[in-house]
């Protein structure tokens, strides 16, 4: 299985940016996907996350901002940032929980880190 990402890139603050991601290879069913990010000295933290059935799950800190939201026949999710701030200059990862076929357990991938800069 292998997670895409794409669409970061550099924005003043109160713009807006959308990521995207698609899951590719041995897939019977993706179960959560979701969107990391992590800068340089703390811990990988999650922005948002959606499952198959469209159950949200987003951070305090992108409330109101961030919309998470996902093609189940496509195996995509996207992030629909706006209002940015330099505050959330990240690396961001896209995430996703998936059950290969001919298994009985999932597995969580990660896809390439796309990096999100907001200038002041």
């Known amino acids: 299985v292998q997670l895409q990402a794409s669409g970061g890139g550099l924005v003043q603050a109160g713009g807006s940016l959308r990521l995207s991601c698609a899951a590719s290879?041995?897939?019977?069913?993706?179960?959560?996907m979701g969107w990391y990010r992590q800068v340089p000295g703390k811990e990988r933290e999650l922005v948002a996350s959606i499952t198959s059935g469209d159950s949200i799950n987003l951070a305090d800190s992108v409330k109101g901002r961030f919309t998470i939201s996902r093609d189940n026949a496509k195996n995509t999710v996207a992030l629909q940032m706006n209002s940015l701030k330099p505050e959330d200059t990240a690396v961001y990862y896209c995430?996703?929980?998936?059950?290969?076929?001919?298994?009985?357990?999932?597995?969580?991938?990660w896809g390439q880190g796309t990096l999100v800069t907001v200038s002041s």
């Open positions: 290879g041995n897939i019977f069913v993706v179960n959560v």
């Open positions: 995430n996703a929980d998936v059950t290969a076929w001919g298994r009985r357990r999932s597995n969580v991938y």
